[in-house]
């Protein structure tokens, strides 16, 4: 039973740029959450989506933005990338309660 | 002030101590609490989710407190591979999920 995978594990693009993280939850999970971590700072909570809508956000502005397909799987697109953008992008599936953490995309802005 | 807030340590004891964790939440309708763990450029796992009444999952006993809006892990008899981040979690309402910046923790042996 394969777990939150991710892609990719890294990535490296420019200031300006727009970005395209993935993820595909765990099996039998239909909510999926984005996270954004700063070396040092616990988790934050971008946005939520079930049953393909968003359905709660976190202090993010609108240059992050999402999708949640059929399959249950997501994306996270970033437009007008900032050097604070750079960080690890965590992936995290549910039922509704507890969550599990794919491995994460290690996004570097330059 | 933050919504949930922990001591970020380090916290730095020996292997076989007792050691506690306290994570405070300004959100009294929160609903549910978590520990994670995480490890040095990992993501956090899931170490137990924190009841009301209180559970224990072997060395570690996690215990929830709505009157005064903290939860605590207590780890029992540590051993070296419990150094790490531990994020204490709160659902501050539906779906709004809040991590802690987590509180590092070191066992020497």
């Known amino acids: 039973d394969a777990g939150v995978t991710q892609s990719p594990t890294h990535l490296i693009k420019t200031r300006g740029q727009q970005v395209t993280l993935r993820c595909s939850p765990k099996?039998?999970?239909?909510?999926v959450s984005w996270y954004q971590q700063a070396l040092g700072q616990g988790p934050q909570f971008i946005f939520q989506?079930?049953?393909?809508?968003?359905?709660q956000r976190g202090n993010f502005p609108d240059r992050f933005s999402g999708h949640q397909f059929p399959n249950y799987s997501s994306e996270l697109n970033v437009n007008a990338l900032l050097l604070g953008d750079s960080a690890l992008y965590l992936c995290?599936?549910?039922?509704?309660?507890?969550?599990?953490f794919g491995p994460g995309t290690r996004l570097t802005v330059t | 002030r933050k919504e949930v807030e922990q001591d970020p340590g380090p916290f730095n004891v020996p292997e076989g101590a007792t050691v506690a964790f306290n994570c405070t939440y300004s959100?009294?309708?929160?609903?549910?609490f978590f520990w994670y763990r995480q490890d040095c450029r990992k993501e956090p796992k899931l170490l137990m989710s924190?009841?009301?009444s209180g559970n224990e999952d072997g060395r570690f006993t996690a215990q929830l407190n709505r009157a005064s809006q903290y939860i605590s892990l207590l780890i029992r008899d540590s051993k070296l591979s419990d150094s790490a981040t531990y994020l204490c979690?709160?659902?501050?309402?539906?779906?709004?999920?809040?991590f802690g910046s987590g509180t590092r923790l070191s066992i020497r042996p």
């Open positions: 099996s039998g999970h239909d909510t």
């Open positions: 979690v709160v659902n501050s309402s539906a779906s709004k999920i809040i």
């Open positions: 995290a599936s549910s039922t509704g309660g507890e969550e599990y």
């Open positions: 959100n009294s309708a929160s609903q549910s």
């Open positions: 989506y079930y049953e393909e809508e968003e359905r």
């Open positions: 924190v009841y009301s």
